[in-house]
């Protein structure tokens, strides 16, 4: 594999958070490429520097030292604003506790991204009631977070995190917050998205869940100690 072409490309990449006058190594000499196309898990102990990756990775921070290319992009040269460019048409986010405005329908939920990436509101009515269907939501456009489950509501969060069409869905625990039942379903939607051409990575504590997965990432102390990729080793 020649790692100059993976869509996500860290090299010794360090992130170090200084704190009275010491320095935490969160992410300490990480290498990791992604290839296009990916579905990883990020797995390891609290702490280890999943989040502080996850992060680096989406662009709402930025490493210490190393080099980060996204897609060819050398994100350490880029300004502010245009890392915010690179964010948005690029990546997607999920969290943990979906993070859905209360007051909002479903379909204003997965339109408020929409809304600050400037596109027309007629494409944004489309295009959320289209990735509304895609997650299997069709029939809940107006149904506001408090009525609706709470793997529904991780589906809308999905679904806003789709809406911008990124190439990259990034999700910090995702099933957290989920029954395992429920943790199985937005594991296979994660894995329909995939066979879309989504690159998913994923962090989790949970084994179960990151199985689902083709490639799993262990973390510890801010580096990674164990790398599988079952794709490749079945045959
Ligand atoms: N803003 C910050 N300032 C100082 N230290 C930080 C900051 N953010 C994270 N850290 C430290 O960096 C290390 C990695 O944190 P990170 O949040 O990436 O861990 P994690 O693997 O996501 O853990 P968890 O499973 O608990 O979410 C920890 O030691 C943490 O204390
Ligand atoms: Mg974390």
């Known amino acids: 594999m020649d790692s100059s072409k993976s869509l996500i490309d860290l090299r010794s990449v360090n992130r170090i958070y200084e704190m009275g006058g010491e320095s935490v190594y969160a992410l300490n000499d990480l290498t990791l490429s992604i290839d296009s196309g990916s579905y990883v898990a990020i ?3 609290s702490g280890s ?4 990756l996850m992060n680096i990775v989406g662009c709402l921070d930025r490493p210490t030292s190393g080099t980060y290319s996204l897609d060819g992009v050398d994100i350490l040269s880029c ?8 964010r948005n048409a690029k990546i997607g986010f999920v969290f943990q506790q979906f993070n859905l405005l209360a007051s909002m329908t479903a379909m204003e939920n997965v339109m408020l991204p929409m809304v600050y990436a400037g596109i027309p509101k007629a494409e944004r009515f489309s295009r959320a009631s289209q990735v509304l269907e895609q997650v299997g939501l069709g029939t809940r456009l107006q149904h506001r977070p408090n009525q609706l489950s709470g793997g529904q509501q991780q589906r809308v969060s999905i679904a806003r995190a789709l809406a911008n069409k990124p190439s990259i869905l990034l999700a910090d625990e995702p099933t ?6 429920t943790a199985e379903e937005t594991m296979n939607l994660f894995n329909e998205l995939v066979g879309r051409g989504i690159t998913v990575i994923l962090v989790t504590h949970d084994q179960d869940t ?9 973390m510890r102390d801010g580096q990674i100690v164990d790398d599988s990729d079952s794709s490749s080793s079945v045959v």
Do not use: F, N, P, Y
Not at 49 to 52: C, D, E, F, I, R
Not at 79 to 86: F, I, K, M, P, Y
Not at 210 to 218: G, K, L, M, N, Q
């Open 43 to 45: 797995m390891g102990t």
């Open 49 to 52: 520097g999943k989040s502080t």
């Open 79 to 86: 300004s502010d604003d245009q890392l915010a460019e690179v």
């Open 176 to 181: 957290g917050a989920l029954d395992s039942h």
């Open 210 to 218: 990151a199985d689902h997965a083709r490639r799993i990432v262990r």
